[in-house]
């Protein structure tokens, strides 16, 4: 398994990025996908995920309605849409696929 994001950067509160999440090394079209995140000294938070045909999507209560998970099975890719950012978002964020997750990029919100 392998996933590899990108599409971190910083940005002013009420801004907005796009992840995106390259996988390989399994089948990607059959599997549920997720974005975790880290904040500076806190543990891993669930964010959001999306079944494999994207019929289900789900959001943390954090981000729903900011957020839109979203995928592409022709190019094996995950997204994740982030939309009026707040501070409370700065975290690393991760692409994840059962118990294996990519190296993160860094999202931070400030002004």
């Known amino acids: 398994v392998q996933l590899v994001e990108s599409g971190g950067g910083s940005v002013q509160p009420g801004g907005s990025l796009r992840h995106s999440c390259a996988a390989s090394g399994f089948t990607f079209s059959s599997a549920t996908m997720k974005w975790v995140r880290q904040a500076p000294g806190k543990g891993l938070e669930w964010v959001s995920d999306?079944?494999?045909?994207?019929?289900?999507?789900n959001y943390a209560n954090s981000v729903e309605g900011r957020f839109t998970i979203s995928r592409d099975n022709a190019d094996n890719t995950l997204y994740l849409q982030m939309n009026s950012l707040k501070p409370k978002d700065t975290a690393v964020y991760y692409c994840?696929?059962?118990?294996?997750r990519g190296q993160g990029t860094q999202v931070t919100v400030s002004s």
């Open positions: 994840a696929y059962a118990s294996s």
């Open positions: 999306i079944s494999p045909r994207s019929a289900f999507r």
